[in-house]
C-alpha cells in the first residue's frame, strides 16, 4: 500500500511550468516533517530534486533547479506541492514523492522511506 500518492505530471514544452502534488493522506504528522521530491530519468541514477522540513518550513534545492522550481505544502490537506518554471528538456523524468522524518540528509532519503510510485515529467524542446 503506498503511503504517499503523486499526480501532476505531463508533457510540457520547454519554458512551461507544470506542478506536480504528492498526497500523504495516511502519514501522521511525526512521519511528514520531511519531505522531498527526488527524479530519475532512464539511465541516470536518481537525485534529490527539492526537501521542506514540514514544522519549519526549511526548504532545500538542487542546484539545477533552483530559482526555477518552488516546493510547498499544505498541511491539511497533508499534500506536498512542487511548482516547476522554466522546465527545460534535461528536467524530463520520473518524479517521486517521499516521506522521511531522518533522511540521511536532506536530499538523501532512506530506500526504505515512504516512497510514492512516481509521475512522469517530460520536456519537449
Known amino acids: 500500500q503506498m503511503h504517499v500518492v503523486e499526480s501532476g505530471g505531463g508533457l510540457v514544452q520547454a519554458g512551461g511550468s507544470l506542478r506536480l502534488s504528492c498526497t500523504a493522506s495516511e502519514l501522521s504528522s511525526i512521519d511528514l516533517d520531511v519531505m522531498g521530491w527526488f527524479r530519475q530519468a532512464p539511465g541516470k541514477q536518481r537525485e534529490g530534486v527539492s526537501c521542506?522540513?514540514?514544522?519549519?518550513?526549511?526548504?532545500y534545492y538542487s542546484d539545477s533547479v533552483k530559482g526555477r522550481f518552488t516546493i510547498s505544502r499544505d498541511f491539511a490537506k497533508k499534500t506536498l506541492y512542487l511548482q516547476m518554471n522554466s522546465l527545460k528538456t534535461e528536467d524530463s523524468a520520473m518524479y517521486y514523492c517521499?516521506?522521511?522524518?531522518?533522511?540521511?540528509?536532506?536530499?538523501?532519503?532512506?530506500?526504505?522511506?515512504?516512497w510514492g510510485q512516481g509521475t512522469q515529467v517530460t520536456v519537449s524542446s
Open positions: 517521499a516521506a522521511d522524518p531522518r533522511p540521511r540528509a536532506v536530499l538523501d532519503f532512506h530506500e526504505g522511506a515512504d
Open positions: 521542506i522540513i514540514w514544522s519549519g518550513a526549511s526548504t
